[in-house]
């Protein structure tokens, strides 16, 4: 999953903060829906995205937002942008932003068979897949693939990673 840089306009916004410890002041996780999203899929899928953020203490990474982006409009997208097309997430670190297809949340035609086929990841488990490696990507502030690769998986172990340990694991 690539790191690109662009810029992008966003059809609904909606700016909701994410819990954090009172140790911390709280950062605003903004959760956006392009183009093409109906108000009702755009908060189903919002609320499935805030669900899984949370058990992967996604507060830490601060303030960023998170943009869902329709199946159909995801290959032209990345493809026009240099990215992978075959990748449904990617971040932009310097805008502090991840990008994830709508495939991530609903069946959307052949698309789950292919990221089935390209990436050998359940389905059901790719929502996490996704967010813990882009996560990767924006706690340590790296482009570097394995290392948010590492990274995620290790929250998806359970575990509490650091990202000095990971960048030195190299």
Known sequence: ???????????????????????????PQRFVCNTGYKVSECL???GTLKSALSSYGAEK?????WVLVKSEDWKPM???LGGNTNSPAFTVLEKRQTFLEEALFVPAG????????????????????????ELG??????????QAETFGRLLREGKTPGCQAISSNR
């Open 1 to 27: 999953m690539k790191t690109l840089t662009f810029s992008f306009a966003y059809v609904f916004l909606l700016t909701l903060t994410i819990p954090v410890s009172a140790a911390t002041l709280p950062q």
């Open 44 to 46: 189903q899928q919002l």
């Open 61 to 65: 990474i601060g303030a960023w937002t």
């Open 78 to 80: 990345v493809g026009r």
């Open 110 to 133: 052949g698309r789950g068979a292919e990221l089935l086929r390209v990436w050998s990841v359940p389905l059901d488990k790719f929502l996490d897949f996704a967010i813990t490696h």
């Open 137 to 146: 990507h924006g706690m340590c502030n790296t482009t570097d693939e394995r």
